[in-house]
T-cell receptor, first 114, second 114 residues
Framework: AQSVTQPDIHITVSEGASLELRCNYS??????LFWYVQSPGQGLQLLLK??????LVQGIKGFEAEFKRSQSSFNLRKPSVHWSDAAEYFC????????????FGPGTSLSVIP | NAGVTQTPKFQVLKTGQSMTLQCAQD?????MYWYRQDPGMGLRLIYY???????DKGEVPNGYNVSRLNKREFSLRLESAAPSQTSVYFC?????????????FGPGTRLTVL
């Protein structure tokens, strides 16, 4: 079955440190891929999305993600984390059988130590 | 421009009671979605409406019904609530199709079924 996995349930980093959140997908062809962020008590907000072309995608709040077809990965990165980045992060991809449906990964919870 | 709004924000029900969750968007989007979010499971699609007048089942439709009242509004009804429906419910919308368009999320409804 098609799936989006995020191997890390919870990550803690110090403020100012770099961050990488992992996302893997099971997909035949090059997929569309998304990263969303959910701040505590809020709905989800799009960070960035990949459709085609340049495999390094820039998003809001200083985030970027790199698509690697060989590894079926779309990892999210930030060079220097701020305390306000503490949130839940979700990777997502549309279903192969229906572009009206999206599969979300289970999420990675990020804590930031001051 | 309020984006996606949901009411109520919180609700406590007893087993067997019914209720309707309301969702409205003011972005003239065609597609609307209802998700539930449970710890460690990401977001799971309950129902969606690709356009006004159409609705389709998602991943976990059992125990729910929906109505796309008009282009702006998409409601979710629990006819006989069960404890397993305790969750946070999110409504979302996209301009056209989820695969390529950003999803805009409401703030969520936290539902507890006793």
């Amino acid at each position: 079955a098609q799936s989006v996995t995020q191997p890390d349930i919870h990550i803690t980093v110090s403020e100012g440190a770099s961050l990488e959140l992992r996302c893997n997908y099971s997909y035949g062809a090059t997929p569309y891929l998304f990263w969303y962020v959910q701040s505590p008590g809020q709905g989800l907000q799009l960070l960035l999305k990949y459709f085609s072309g340049d495999t390094l995608v820039q998003g809001i709040k200083g985030f970027e993600a790199e698509f690697k077809r060989s590894q079926s990965s779309f990892n999210l990165r930030k060079p220097s984390v701020h305390w306000s980045d503490a949130a839940e992060y979700f990777c997502a991809a549309p279903m192969k059988t229906s572009y009206d449906k999206v599969i979300f990964g289970p999420g990675t919870s990020l804590s930031v130590i001051p | 421009n309020a984006g996606v709004t949901q009411t109520p924000k919180f609700q406590v029900l007893k087993t067997g009671q019914s209720m309707t969750l309301q969702c409205a968007q003011d972005m003239n989007h065609n597609s609307m979605y209802w998700y539930r979010q449970d710890p460690g499971m990401g977001l799971r699609l309950i129902y969606y409406s690709a356009s006004e007048g159409t609705t389709d089942k998602g991943e976990v439709p059992n125990g729910y019904n929906v109505s796309r009242l008009n282009k702006r509004e998409f409601s979710l009804r629990l006819e006989s609530a069960a404890p397993s429906q305790t969750s946070v419910y999110f409504c979302a919308s996209t301009a056209i199709r989820t695969a390529t368009d950003t999803q805009y999320f409401g703030p969520g409804t936290r539902l507890t079924v006793l």
